[in-house]
């Protein structure tokens, strides 16, 4: 790859992920695509597509692009390499009015942690700290992922 990747497309496609959607980087190009497993599936069958709406044609021959090309491709980390639950940890952890930490700690206890957690930030007035802090462990992910394809990144 010429140009070198901006870590900011990676933390980008990462924050934004779909269940049953993949997120690849093109290392020759650069370019980040974002392709359903049912068009993966359906580009390997090389069932024809002509019939299908101009939109699904196109998500078609990107999901062929990949199959065909693969070993141009590398999935971007998933939100199973993102463990969010220790983001939202290490954040309360790293908070230093010890009784918002130990708010925080509490509400990241059992189901529903995620939604406790996000109205416990908000009405704590810690929206900005919090977004800043998970964008920084993100672009950490995302640098470690680059090493590790060898990527070249800015």
């Not at 924050?15 to 997120?23: A, K, P, S, T």
């Not at 980040?32 to 998500?59: G, I, K, M, N, R």
Request: some cysteine; glycine content about 4%.
């Amino acid at each position: 790859m010429k140009a070198k990747l901006k870590i900011e497309d990676i933390v980008e496609h990462m924050e934004f992920q779909i269940d049953e959607w993949r997120n690849l980087l093109n290392i020759k190009t650069g370019k980040v695509v974002s392709v359903s497993s049912d068009e993966l599936a359906a580009a390997e069958d090389e069932e024809p597509f002509d019939h299908l709406p101009q939109w699904q044609q196109e998500q078609r021959m990107e999901a062929m692009e990949v199959v065909e090309n693969f070993e141009d491709y590398r999935e971007l980390p998933t939100k199973f390499d993102i463990n969010e639950y220790d983001i939202m940890e290490d954040f309360c952890l790293s908070t230093s009015n010890e009784e918002q930490k130990n708010n925080l700690l509490g509400t990241i206890r059992g189901s529903g942690a995620f939604r406790r957690f996000k109205d416990t930030i908000a009405e704590c007035g810690l929206n900005d700290q919090w977004y800043s802090f998970r964008t920084e462990k993100f672009k950490q992910i995302a640098i470690e992922w680059c090493r590790d394809n060898e990527i070249s990144y800015v």
